[in-house]
T-cell receptor, first 118, second 115 residues
Framework: GAVVSQHPSRVICKSGTSVKIECRSL??????MFWYRQFPKQSLMLMATSNEGSKATYEQGVEKDKFLINHASLTLSTLTVTSAHPEDSSFYICSARSPTGNRNNEQFFGPGTRLTVL | AQKITQTQPGMFVQEKEAVTLDCTYD???????LFWYKQPSSGEMIFLIYQGSYDEQNATEGRYSLNFQKARKSANLVISASQLGDSAMYFCAMREDTGGFKTIFGAGTRLFVKA
């Protein structure tokens, strides 16, 4: 199956700093990538949909200036958490979708990035 | 608005027994997809099974089967012959086929398999 990687897998930062998380599709071209966050013992909440070469579409309640998303190529999307605060500590998961050869229009998930803001 | 409901926060099953995890959904779309994912403590999302809204037969993948009742808008997951390694969080998800193929997730069910 298709492989999606995320980097870093775990990051600890000080409050007020910015953190960038990368999501890469390794063996396919992803026209669309999705970013989710997951708090402990909770479900995945969609933050935004990222299409290559265009601005991301954010879900209601997600601050676009706080969570900057860039999808500069067909294999890479980045999520930057700006001026991070302890309440931004969470598990961030990306997924990627390819329109070709994808019978179920399935998304392929990355392994996640655990962000801890001190 | 689309919605996914999983009413069982936690379930216990004896090893080698079958278990059903419930999922109901709400959508006005005619075309959609339903997924089940397993999330172990490592956090990775493991795809288990898929059912398209136009598929007439229930999906099966090994020990996993999806009991799809379209009129009732339910998509329950059945795990047969439970194994200790099945202990994990299970999420039901729905993908819309209009406006970007977004996928939304239910609250999840934590499954505990007892030896």
């Amino acid at each position: 199956g298709a492989v999606v990687s995320q980097h870093p897998s775990r990051v600890i930062c000080k409050s007020g700093t910015s953190v960038k998380i990368e999501c890469r599709s390794l063996d396919f071209q992803a026209t669309t990538m999705f970013w989710y966050r997951q708090f402990p013992k909770q479900s995945l909440m969609l933050m935004a949909t990222s299409n290559e070469g265009s601005k991301a579409t954010y879900e209601q309640g997600v601050e676009k200036d706080k969570f900057l998303i860039n999808h500069a190529s067909l294999t890479l999307s980045t999520l930057t958490v700006t001026s991070a605060h302890p309440e931004d500590s969470s598990f961030y998961i990306c997924s990627a979708r390819s329109p070709t050869g994808n019978r179920n229009n399935e998304q392929f998930f990355g392994p996640g990035t655990r962000l801890t803001v001190l | 608005a689309q919605k996914i409901t999983q009413t069982q926060p936690g379930m216990f099953v004896q090893e080698k027994e079958a278990v059903t995890l419930d999922c109901t959904y709400d959508t006005s779309d005619q075309s959609y997809g339903l997924f089940w994912y397993k999330q172990p403590s490592s956090g990775e999302m493991i795809f288990l099974i898929y059912q398209g809204s136009y598929d007439e037969q229930n999906a099966t993948e090994g020990r996993y089967s999806l009991n799809f009742q379209k009129a009732r808008k339910s998509a329950n997951l059945v795990i047969s012959a439970s194994q200790l390694g099945d202990s994990a969080m299970y999420f039901c998800a729905m993908r819309e086929d209009t406006g970007g193929f977004k996928t939304i997730f239910g609250a999840g069910t934590r499954l505990f398999v007892k030896a």
